[in-house]
C-alpha cells in the first residue's frame, strides 16, 4: 500500500471510471442532507453572531464586535443557511420525491 503522501508527488495512471464506481449512494444522500439542514439551521438561528463571555474575556466590548459582524454580513450568512436548509431537502427527497429513476450504488 501506498503513501497517499507519495500519491500526491507521483500520482498514479489516469482511468476510465464506470457507472457503478459514480453513482450515488443512500449513506452519502442521507449524510449530506443533514448536514446541509444542520449546518444551515445553525447559521439560520444566529448563533454564530451571539456576543458571549469568551468575547468579554478577550476584552472585546459589544460596539467593536457589532463592527466586526455587520448586518450585511449576518444577513449573507443567515441567507447562505436558508440556502442551504432548502438544498438539504432538495437532495433528501431526490429519488423519493422526483427523479424516481435515479439508481444508487449496490453495496
Same mark, same amino acid.
Given at each position: 500500500?501506498?503513501?497517499?503522501?507519495?500519491?500526491?508527488?507521483?500520482?498514479?495512471?489516469?482511468?476510465?471510471?464506470?457507472?457503478?464506481?459514480? /453513482?450515488?449512494?443512500?449513506?452519502?444522500?442521507?449524510?449530506?442532507?443533514?448536514?446541509?439542514?444542520?449546518?444551515?439551521?445553525?447559521?439560520?438561528? %444566529? /448563533?454564530? =453572531?451571539?456576543?458571549?463571555?469568551?468575547?468579554?474575556?478577550?476584552?472585546?466590548?459589544?460596539?467593536? =464586535?457589532?463592527?466586526?459582524?455587520?448586518? #450585511? #454580513?449576518? %444577513?449573507?450568512?443567515?441567507?447562505?443557511? %436558508?440556502?442551504?436548509?432548502?438544498?438539504? =431537502?432538495?437532495?433528501?427527497?431526490?429519488? #423519493?420525491? #422526483?427523479? /424516481?429513476?435515479?439508481?444508487? /450504488?449496490? =453495496?
Amino acid at each position: 500500500m501506498s503513501s497517499n503522501i507519495l500519491s500526491v508527488v507521483n500520482p498514479p495512471p489516469q482511468r476510465d471510471l464506470d457507472n457503478e464506481e459514480t /453513482k450515488d449512494c443512500i449513506p452519502c444522500q442521507i449524510m449530506s442532507t443533514m448536514f446541509s439542514i444542520g449546518f444551515g439551521a445553525y447559521l439560520v438561528s %444566529g /448563533k454564530p =453572531f451571539e456576543y458571549t463571555e469568551v468575547e468579554r474575556r478577550r476584552g472585546v466590548t459589544m460596539a467593536e =464586535f457589532e463592527k466586526r459582524n455587520p448586518k #450585511w #454580513w449576518k %444577513g449573507s450568512l443567515r441567507g447562505l443557511g %436558508g440556502t442551504l436548509i432548502i438544498l438539504g =431537502f432538495v437532495r433528501g427527497t431526490e429519488g #423519493w420525491l #422526483w427523479n /424516481k429513476e435515479k439508481e444508487y /450504488k449496490k =453495496f
